[in-house]
């Protein structure tokens, strides 16, 4: 029921492949390089089984990253491990779960947290904030979505995600 200019067959395992293109324009190359593709991300998401992973230099300037930051900043981004890879997570949400663990306000004894809130400072704001410290430091990454200059959305990448995981197993956050 499908024309002949869509079917295209690949001579590596002669199962027909559909060719997006009715002009037959792509060739058959293209095929094995999507799949070429979607194995390097399965292989991003094992990262951290990896014995090698550790070694590897960017691992440990992520390793110094993640342990010269704040506890709040530590127990906020440890909850991104809570949610399956490349996974859009909702600032609303997380901002809010972050509350109800009990990580914002950083310090509730602290002077400046005490005159922040004097200033009119919500929980909201100090989520933000923490937010936007992330970013910067490259651990999660904002999702703009319909070309808006506005995020609500991020997510992390999986070799932060597999490093994260091999210092959680490390130290036992």
């Keep these: 029921q499908i024309p002949s200019k869509l079917i295209k067959v ?5 199962q027909p492949r559909r060719n997006p293109w009715l002009d037959g ?7 094995k390089d999507n799949i070429n593709k979607s194995g390097d991300e399965n292989i991003l998401h094992r990262l951290h089984k990896d014995p090698k992973f550790e070694h590897n230099t960017a691992f440990q300037q992520f390793e110094v990253s993640f342990l010269s930051l704040p506890f709040t900043l ?3 981004l440890l909850c991104f491990l809570r ?3 490349i996974v859009s997570i909702k600032k609303k949400f997380i901002i809010y779960w972050w509350i109800g663990e009990g990580f914002l306000p950083p310090n509730p004894e602290d002077q400046k947290t005490k005159a922040e809130f004097a200033l009119g400072k919500t929980e909201e704001d100090f989520g933000n904030e923490i937010l936007g410290e992330l970013i910067a430091k490259d651990f999660i ?3 703009y979505k319909n070309c808006s200059l506005v995020t609500n959305s991020y997510r992390m990448l999986p070799f932060i995600r597999s490093a994260l995981t091999i210092m959680v197993e490390r130290f036992v956050f």
């Design 10 to 14: 690949n001579p590596a395992d002669s």
């Design 141 to 143: 990454e904002p999702i």
């Design 83 to 85: 949610f399956p890879e």
């Design 74 to 76: 530590r127990d906020c």
């Design 25 to 31: 324009s792509i060739n058959h190359n293209s095929n």
